[in-house]
């Protein structure tokens, strides 16, 4: 079966200090993969996606940034976090097409002080 | 217009009482439908998915799309404590993905 793995769970980072969130899975080959941010309140909002290795695609232009180094690991990053940047980022992977149904990871909670 | 409606909420019903949840939606080419259900400080975890028109069911949940509205429901039958959560809808067709921005509920014992 297939799992996705998120790390840190929670995250407490000051203004203009760097950010790394992982993402990771398990069981499955070639998954497209997403991250989302999630403020308190609110639906989701899509950041980035990736269809392949070093493939990414930008929806919102931000000071954050993705990369993915491997066919099932998801890196979201930033050089400067701002106060703006805090909330629940959650990964995301579907098989096949790109519009198939997602499974989220557990999430990182970030707070940026 | 906004692609994808849906409630916010909250919603609190007492426990073993049937609970609605709906989604409205613009666009004719979506053809996949899907409930997630997100506990809180959680990842959404996908409940039902749905293709075309029709009800699709699943213990007590059922899931049901009018195409013809552009309406979805989700429909859950002798709802318990732990139903509670926020319950969002999402859709896609048309190379295009969607969700909702989720209905709070509380089950009351």
């Known amino acids: 079966s297939q799992t996705i793995h998120q790390w840190p769970a929670t995250l407490v980072q000051p203004v203009g200090s760097p950010l790394s969130l992982e993402c990771t899975v398990e069981g499955t080959s070639n998954p497209n993969l997403y991250w989302y941010r999630q403020a308190a309140g609110r639906g989701l909002q899509l950041l980035f996606y990736?269809?392949?290795?070093?493939?990414i695609s930008s929806e919102v232009p931000q000071n954050l940034s993705a990369s993915r180094p491997q066919d099932r690991q998801f890196i979201l990053s930033s050089k400067k976090l701002l106060l703006s940047d805090s909330g629940f980022y959650l990964c995301a992977w579907s098989s096949g097409g790109q519009y198939n149904e997602q499974f989220f990871g557990p999430g990182t909670r970030l707070t940026v002080l | 217009q906004k692609e994808v409606e849906q409630d916010p909420g909250p919603l609190s019903v007492p426990e073993g009482a049937i609970v609605s949840l709906n989604c409205t939606y613009s666009?004719?080419?979506?053809?996949?439908f899907m409930w997630y259900r997100q506990y809180s400080r959680k990842g959404p975890e996908l409940l039902m998915y749905?293709?075309?028109?029709g009800n699709k069911e699943d213990g007590r949940f059922t899931a049901q799309v009018d195409k013809s509205s552009k309406y979805i429901s989700l429909f859950i039958r002798d709802s318990q404590p732990s139903d509670s959560a926020t319950y969002l809808c999402?859709?896609?067709?048309?190379?295009?993905?969607?969700f909702g921005t989720g209905t709070s509920l509380t089950v009351i014992p």
């Open positions: 666009n004719s080419a979506f053809q996949y």
């Open positions: 749905t293709y075309s028109s």
């Open positions: 999402a859709m896609s067709g048309g190379n295009q993905f969607y």
């Open positions: 990736s269809v392949g290795i070093g493939q």
